[in-house]
């Protein structure tokens, strides 16, 4: 009887155990999966390095969901449930398409935009002003003559004349002065010079080579001999989807836009490297110190000290040779000369 009892027992205990360690992994699971409601102000590139390891393959870690037809677009108020190798939307707010009949309905105001990969507050002004050329390709380019008054200086209102349009289609341009080039210091080589957008004008007339035009926007004072080149349509924020290159690409951080040596998280950065290169919008970077060679203190024998990971990039422009990336990661100052490579 004892005995019996006793297997009883050891039959319970086990059973309990099995039981107490399959509800512990069950509970260990659902401890990892975060529920989380999207904001305004979120962007993918935060929560992904808030929830996943590596916040630039989120793209790789949705999971199927048929009643979403664009999982990479999300939007404030969608649900989100994330694990370690997951990401899924569980309620999406966005609008379906439905079919109506004839009676009264009730709109909702719209005014809701996806969330951007980055925020557009740091990348828009280069991605809509901003332009590197060839050496000598903007002096090919139309040009301000000078004011219709005489003036030299010239601001928005002001008219100007100009030279060199040749595209009676276009009304609308905007207008460069040639600045520095963008060089490697280590090289030497030039890889294209930047231009920098003083302002935008409106066609008024043209006679033959000369034309008549209104100054509609003037970032600073405007110039003759300023090169003047057709207005594109208007930029929308891109969505970029992170990824890294096909092939293995080897760039180094040319120039840091706003005038200093040294760059840190959400900085804009000029890289060598464009769409010769096969580099892409969206393209992510590990950025590397670059290291120079030191003399040991005790043997006084000089020793190159190994490139240290010090931050992440994204590609946001591309021109021929080189392009405009934002620094995602860093920790460390990011410096002229620092290498960025495929990770």
Known sequence: MTHRITRSLNKLLHIAAIATLFFGVIHAQASELVRHTVVKGDTLWDLSDTYLESPWLWPELWEENKSIENPNLIYPGDVLLISPTSIRVIRSTRLRTEKLSPKIRVSEPLGREAIPTIEPEAILPFISQSIIVEPG???????????????????????????????????QYKIYRISSPVTDRVSGETFGIEGVHLGNATLIGSEEDISVLEITRANQAIRPGDRILPLKEPILLPYYFPRKPDTQ???????????????????????????????????????????????????????????????????????????????????????????????
């Open 137 to 171: 390709e903007l002096d090919l380019a139309a040009y301000v003559l000078q004011g219709i008054d005489d003036r030299i200086a010239l601001g928005k209102g002001d008219r100007i004349y100009a030279r060199g349009l040749t595209e009676p289609d276009i009304s």
């Open 249 to 343: 690409i080897d760039t180094r951080i040319l120039k840091i836009p706003k005038g200093v040596n040294e760059a840190g998280r959400r900085d804009i950065v000029i890289i060598s490297g464009g769409d010769t290169n096969g580099l892409e919008e969206g393209h992510v970077l590990e950025v590397f110190s670059r290291k120079f060679e030191r003399p040991d203190p005790v043997t006084g024998e000089l020793m190159k000290l190994p490139d240290l990971k010090i931050g992440t990039l994204i590609v946001f422009q591309t021109f021929k040779r080189v392009s405009y990336a934002i620094l995602m990661e860093t920790t460390a100052s990011v410096k002229i000369g620092d290498r960025a490579s495929t990770p």
